[in-house]
């Protein structure tokens, strides 16, 4: 059995490795390597996003920092009482979690943002390993219809018995609840497909349901 241990020395996918040796050449300064997950291992809240973003998490080496997408969820995080700070600028900024941690699908930069079907594959092993370590009363964060589908795949459970839709709830077969939310990317946001008042009810009821599971 490979190792499913995540690490930031990850080359399994050979095209994500070159791509990423090619940032670093140009961008020296970049994270530029498979961004860990952010935030307590133990904590109740899980947030699954798609992949790094070029000049945000690959460059801050932080999932949702420095980019457009990572506005609104911290914004919205810190206003849900579950960061510490309304903004993430750094991996030293001294931000924290409450209760709360983020992670991607795909844990390294993809060219034009798209990762091909293999190597979701083969990251989503990472994914499940995360997920296998979650209790009963975990609460699952899906942000868009790519993280909802790696989360069913990491669980081996069937795409009919669980439609994507956002602010969709569904109680999982191991008692954990996967949420569903549209993507806060910049298209999302600026076509209003998701606007902060609808992002900020997820939150109100991802928060409700920790209520009730303490």
Do not use: W
């Amino acid at each position: 059995m490979p190792d499913t241990v995540f690490t930031p020395s990850c080359t399994r996918c050979p095209r994500l490795a070159s791509f990423l040796e090619e940032v670093r050449q140009q961008h020296p300064d970049y994270y530029a390597k498979p961004v860990p997950p952010f935030g307590d291992a133990n904590a109740k809240l899980l947030i699954v996003g798609l992949a790094p973003g070029y000049h945000g998490a690959n460059a801050s080496g932080r999932p949702f920092t420095g980019d457009f997408a990572g506005i609104l969820l911290y914004q919205t995080l810190y206003e849900s009482g579950l960061s510490t700070a309304p903004v993430s600028k750094s991996v030293d900024d001294g931000l924290k979690l409450i209760n709360c941690r983020i992670t991607n699908a795909v844990k390294c930069l993809p060219p034009l943002n798209k990762p091909l079907p293999a190597e979701m594959a083969t990251c989503n092993q990472f994914l499940a390993a995360e997920l296998q370590r979650l209790t009963s009363n975990n609460i699952i964060l899906a942000l868009g219809n790519v993280a909802h589908l790696a989360v069913l795949k990491a669980f081996g459970l069937k795409i009919k018995d669980y439609k994507f839709g956002h602010a969709a709830r569904h109680v999982l077969p191991n008692g954990q609840i996967l949420v569903d939310s549209y993507h806060c990317s910049r298209y999302n946001t600026q076509t209003k497909r998701l606007t902060a008042p609808m992002f900020e009810n997820v939150f109100a009821d991802i928060s409700n349901l920790l209520v009730k599971e303490k």
